[in-house]
Nanobody, 129 residues
Framework: QVQLVESGGGSVQAGGSLRLSCAAS?????????MGWFRQAPGKEREGVAS????????YYADSVKGRFTISQDNAKNTVYLQMNSLKPEDTAMYYC?????????????????????WGQGTQVTVSS
């Protein structure tokens, strides 16, 4: 059974940085998966932030985070990271890691909540102005 565990959330001031980690266990094909980071603020829908195809490193980003966030992987550790710089109050949300081990490359649907089979429990990020 695949399990995803996020860590690294916290409270920072605007302009600060955080690095989120997502450790996957029970995951045979981590090296050939689409791994994503999503976020959900109170009263809003869950939205895609960034995704990475672990088989080749191709990355995808929401326009709102391009140039500020970087998604990366460590296949030896079955871990995906989200480096978040220049944080803004509007980045405040619960951040979730998600995995799709069935379809390989992420492609044009990388931001779709429904394509991911497995989800972590979330880690809270709060950015104050």
């Amino acid at each position: 059974q695949v399990q995803l565990v996020e860590s690294g959330g916290g409270s920072v001031q605007a302009g600060g940085s955080l690095r989120l980690s997502c450790a996957a266990s029970g995951y045979t094909y981590f090296w050939n998966s689409c791994m994503g980071w999503f976020r959900q603020a109170p009263g809003k829908e869950r939205e895609g932030v960034a995704s990475i195809y672990t088989g080749g490193g191709k990355t995808y980003y929401a326009d709102s985070v391009k140039g500020r966030f970087t998604i990366s992987q460590d296949n030896a550790k079955n871990t995906v990271y989200l480096q978040m710089n220049s944080l803004k109050p509007e980045d405040t949300a619960m951040y979730y890691c998600a995995a799709d081990p069935d379809r390989g490359m992420c492609g044009g649907s990388w931001f779709s909540v429904t394509r991911y089979n497995y989800w972590g429990q979330g880690t809270q990020v709060t950015v104050s102005s």
